[in-house]
């Protein structure tokens, strides 16, 4: 199997240690991980020497810029992943604006850490994207959240419990 992460965090919080912490778990399992994160972030200099993980360093300061779409593009391509998995808020609207203009037909899981205080409408649209299979939430609190104020009822079978910290 093979499993394209995306981030696209520039500093280091703990979406970015769940990361580092699930490549090297599921390598060990050997399943061929690449990486897509942010030009200059800390994940880029973390998987610079990892043997382990392929890494793709997005090629703009700006991670949505159509220069990096068209390299996200030219990633999947060349990788050519069995399934999506994509790390923050960042990574989603990268996926969606790439998939806009290219059609690409991937499996894709979204990982959701927590709730900010408000949602707006096109936030809304962006998490119940049709092309999102399944939307990891790491506690209940998280998928009750998203049920109550961002996903359409057709979407919450999407939403599932995968506690954080678990290997």
């Known amino acids: 199997m093979k499993v394209l992460h995306v981030n696209g965090a520039t500093g280091y919080g703990g979406n970015e240690q769940q990361l580092m912490d699930i490549t090297v778990k599921l390598s060990a399992l050997g399943v061929d991980n690449a990486v897509f994160c942010a030009k200059n972030s800390v994940l880029s200099s973390f998987y610079r020497d990892k043997v382990e993980v392929t890494s793709f360093e997005a090629r703009d300061r700006k991670f949505k810029s159509t220069v990096n779409r068209k390299f996200f593009k030219e990633t999947i391509l060349a990788f050519k992943p069995d399934i999506i998995h994509l790390h923050n808020s ?23 850490k927590g709730m900010g205080s408000s949602m707006t409408m096109l936030s809304r649209l962006k998490y119940n994207f049709r092309l999102i299979s399944k939307i990891i939430c790491v506690s209940s609190t998280t998928l009750n959240a998203m049920k109550a104020s961002v996903m359409f009822k057709k979407n919450f079978d999407k939403l599932i419990v995968v506690p954080d910290g678990v290997d």
């Open 90 to 112: 960042n990574s989603l609207s990268l996926f969606i604006y790439t998939y806009l203009l290219s059609k690409l037909n991937i499996p894709v899981v979204f990982s959701k």
